[in-house]
């Protein structure tokens, strides 16, 4: 890509940024809620372009003053020390321009968005409850190191330990951007603790990530849900054992069911539960945008599909393999204490790849 095109597609972007900081302005937008978030979204998306933009343009700029200096001036010194200064911009102008590629692509509303993390046990019995177990560990320990919040609303626990299902919520900055890498089918490669003649065997557990929906994003009738509540099951105490405090939503012209039983509260769990059905609503639309992506991609790096191998963990050789990629690490242990940063980045990398040679950018 050119100077001139960068720099012409960063104009237009300007001029989107100037409007929409003028609309955030309008007391008719301030006073619909939903068209001003929107817009204010918009505004801190664009504002790191505006940033990059103002750099980039002086950078052209300088270059622009040091070529025509070569051209016009007899002086050999200051001829001399306007070469020097336009190698130097043009070794700051490749990374910034690879930066913009980068951030000119078109974003993923849904990245910003907090998500609904499910794992189930697959094939592999007991063992695979148990590795459901090891899933949720393992993202339990990432979303610490990220600093995100992380909230479990439902659980069904393996009768050897584990879950054979677990739904939780995590919140923080870009959680969706992240964690959507993680959709799909995850095996393991292990000597049960069931195996008593030392035999490895291969079970599997399916995580979908779901980015959550807020409440403007569906119109959502009471007149369709039905409401029951129940005693909650699992730890918690003798008051969450008692008392009708779990929550069980219908949604009946979809027939999707959603429980929540973690909080004591009867509301607590009613707001959780509202959310997670909301957002399983909403994913019923989201993935067709999902499909429609991956059907124009090769390598469909995160497109959500839940029945396909993402992943392996084997224990014998310390080993995790990325299929999708075609990564391997030999640092088990770490990844399952929630060391996904380098997995992630790749994946993310590869994508990013992907997107820019898909829109010509």
């Not at 979303?143 to 919140?171: L, P």
């Not at 403007?216 to 918690?236: A, E, M, N, V």
């Amino acid at each position: 890509m050119s100077d001139n095109s960068i720099l012409e597609k960063l104009e237009g972007i300007r001029l989107r940024f100037e409007e929409v900081e003028q609309q955030l302005t309008d007391p008719a937008v301030a006073s619909d809620m939903q068209r001003y978030i929107k817009l204010n979204k918009e505004y801190r998306d664009l504002e790191p372009l505006m940033e990059i933009y103002r750099e980039y343009k002086n950078i052209v700029s300088n270059i622009d003053s040091a070529r025509m200096l070569l051209t016009t001036e007899k002086d050999e010194e200051l001829r001399e020390m306007a070469r020097a200064e336009l190698d130097e911009l043009r070794e700051k102008t490749e990374p910034l321009e690879e930066k913009i590629r980068l951030l000119l692509l078109p974003s993923d509303p849904e990245d910003d968005k907090n998500a609904i993390v499910e794992i189930r046990a697959g094939t592999g019995g007991d063992e695979a409850s148990i590795f459901a177990g090891d899933l949720f560990r393992m993202y339990s320990k990432f979303c610490e190191n990220r600093k995100w919040k992380m909230e479990v609303t439902h659980f069904n626990e393996g009768t050897a330990g584990g879950y054979k299902e677990i739904v939780f919520n995590v919140s923080g900055q870009g959680v969706y951007g992240i964690m959507k890498y993680e959709s799909g089918v995850h095996r393991v490669q292990r000597v049960p603790q069931t195996e008593t003649q030392g035999r490895v065997h291969t079970s599997a557990a399916t995580v979908a990530v779901l980015p959550e929906a807020e409440e403007f994003d569906i119109d959502l009738r009471t007149d369709d849900i039905r409401r029951d509540t129940y005693c909650s099951s699992g730890p918690g105490g003798q008051s969450v054992n008692t008392t009708y405090s779990a929550i069980r939503l219908t949604h009946i012209p979809s027939g999707i069911v959603v429980t929540c039983q973690d909080q004591k509260s009867q509301l607590k769990n009613l707001d959780k539960a509202m959310t997670e059905l909301r957002t399983r609503l909403y994913n019923l639309e989201y993935q067709k945008y999902i499909d429609e992506i991956a059907s124009k991609r090769k390598t469909m790096v995160s497109t959500g599909d839940r029945s396909a191998k993402i992943r392996t963990y084997n224990y014998q050789q310390g080993r995790v393999t990325d299929h999708r990629i075609n990564l391997t690490l030999y640092n088990l242990t770490a990844i399952l204490d929630g060391d996904l940063d380098e997995i992630l980045d790749k994946l993310q990398m590869a994508e990013n790849a992907e997107r820019l040679k898909a829109n010509n950018i």
